[in-house]
């Protein structure tokens, strides 16, 4: 069965220190994957998204993941947290290599920023 | 600036009524979606339209419906069948043609019943 898991729904940490959030799938077709944001009543916005090529994807705001695919993992970080950052993740996997393919986003990880 | 709008921003309902969402999107694409969001429960697909006049029920389409009679505008009907319809709703458009499925949102919105 396809599915998404973020392990953690919620990571607090301090300002200026490095975190991480997790993403982890179950699927038996290749996958495209995306990190999204969402800031406090608002839409969600792609910060950034692995399609071909380097398993390394850089996206905005400072925020990099490492698709690994023997551990079907898409895990989100940086290096330095700021206030600004505080917003809940959401990591999302298109099942599939065609326009018919399934998304499927995981519950959401609230990343809380304390000075 | 293409993009997706959303309206209104917040909404309140007396339980027995039917309200309905607007969402609009000026991006040229063919697919748009509807999907209900609950703290700690990440988005939940209600609906999802390919084409114009076609759209498919989602995993919880229950007491919802939706229309699809032009490609830039998805209505989405919350019903007084829906029994839990407090909410944050968020609409979502896709190029149909990309195998990617990287999805667009609006802003959202917020619907509370009194």
């Known amino acids: 069965a396809q599915s998404v898991t973020q392990l953690d729904s919620q990571v607090p940490v301090f300002e200026e220190a490095p975190v991480e959030l997790r993403c982890n799938y179950s699927?038996?077709?290749?996958?495209?994957l995306f990190w999204y944001v969402q800031y406090p009543n608002q839409g969600l916005q792609l910060l950034l998204k692995?399609?071909?090529?380097?398993?390394l994807v850089k996206g905005i705001n400072g925020f990099e993941a490492e698709f690994n695919k023997s551990q079907t993992s898409f895990h989100l970080r940086k290096p330095s947290v700021h206030i600004s950052d505080t917003a809940e993740y959401f990591c999302?996997?298109?099942?599939?290599?065609?326009?018919?393919?399934?998304?499927?986003f995981g519950s959401g990880t609230r990343l809380s920023i304390r000075p | 600036d293409g993009g997706i709008t959303q309206s209104p921003k917040y909404l309140f309902r007396k339980e027995g009524q039917n309200v309905t969402l607007s969402c609009e999107q000026n991006?040229?694409?063919?697919?748009m979606y509807w999907y209900r969001q609950d703290p700690g429960q990440g988005l939940r697909l209600i609906y999802y339209?390919?084409?114009?006049?076609?759209?498919q029920k989602g995993d919880i389409a229950e007491g919802y419906s939706v229309s699809r009679e032009k490609k830039e505008s998805f209505p989405l009907t919350v019903t007084s069948a829906q029994k839990n319809p407090t909410a944050f709703y968020l609409c979502?458009?896709?190029?149909?043609?990309?195998?990617?499925?990287?999805?667009?949102f609006g802003p959202g919105t917020r619907l509370t019943v009194l």
């Open positions: 979502a458009s896709s190029n149909r043609t990309s195998v990617y499925n990287e999805q667009f």
């Open positions: 699927s038996s077709v290749s996958v495209y």
């Open positions: 692995y399609l071909s090529g380097s398993t």
């Open positions: 999302a996997v298109s099942f599939g290599r065609s326009s018919a393919s399934k998304i499927i």
């Open positions: 991006l040229n694409h063919d697919a």
């Open positions: 339209s390919q084409i114009v006049n076609d759209f």
